[in-house]
DNA sequence: CCACCGCAGCATTGTCGCAG
DNA sequence: CTGCGACAATGCTGCGGTGG
């Protein structure tokens, strides 16, 4: 099964220029480069993407999901992506990540969810888009150790967003109690 | 009943101060 | 200098309250 790579991450960029501009995905650097994170050493002017979030954020929900789904399916269940159940606190403006449910359905019932999925991921590696008239290409420009970005996993308020979320749930309702939790992130790991 | 406004929550990632 | 906690930034969307 494939998990997290390099491949999936230059899917992302080429699926997303299809419907956003390069300026909504990339940095700019002052040599006029497309990058998708600030370089370590770098140290012309810099901006915060916001463009980014939720594209990066909905297509790794949605990755995701269709991982889920595809161990879960061999036992007749289903992975849904952004799942709603007011019982147990997940409503429309904070529903769930991914679920594992019995059915496919947005609108759940407590009794369904098998499991709670709360998605952290996002781009591992740097990458330069180069968009030549001719044709466009990414390429990698090193890995984590080469950019300032911090992966979600390794920050404790990304963390403690993830966790406050889970306690929401948890108390909203005795229905909730016993449902599983899970925080998945794709942060690399050292040395590996 | 509907248009509008403010607030809250979603997302990610750069910045800054402090401790060691 | 590095690591970490706290804070900032901002587009989008849903919801509740209010005025006409």
Redesign the pocket.
């Known amino acids: 099964m494939e998990l997290w790579n390099k491949n999936v991450e230059k899917r992302f960029f080429t699926k997303s220029l299809e419907y956003a501009t390069p300026e909504q995905l990339f ?1 700019i650097t002052n040599e006029n480069k497309y990058l ?3 370089p370590k050493n770098y140290l012309g002017k ?9 594209l ?2 909905n297509f ?1 929900e949605k990755w995701t999901t269709d991982l889920i789904q595809r161990i879960v399916e061999d036992e007749g269940l289903f992975a849904v992506q952004g799942a709603k159940c007011s019982e147990i606190a997940l ?4 529903p769930a ?1 991914v679920i594992i449910s019995k059915n496919k359905n947005i609108e759940q019932e407590p009794e369904n969810i098998l499991a709670i999925f ?6 591992v590696w740097n990458w330069e888009f180069k968009n030549n008239k001719s044709d466009m290409n990414l390429i990698c420009m090193g890995d984590y150790n080469t ?6 996993l ?5 963390m ?2 993830a966790i406050g ?1 889970s306690i929401n749930i948890r108390v909203s309702s005795l229905k909730a109690s016993t449902i599983p939790i899970i925080i998945i992130g794709n942060t690399p790991i050292t040395n590996t």
């Open positions: 940095y998708a994170y600030w810099k901006s915060t993407l916001q463009s980014r979030n939720s990066i954020g790794t409503l429309n403006n904070s990540d709360e998605v952290k991921m996002s781009i950019h300032q970005g911090n992966p979600g390794l920050r404790s308020d990304s403690l967003k979320k």
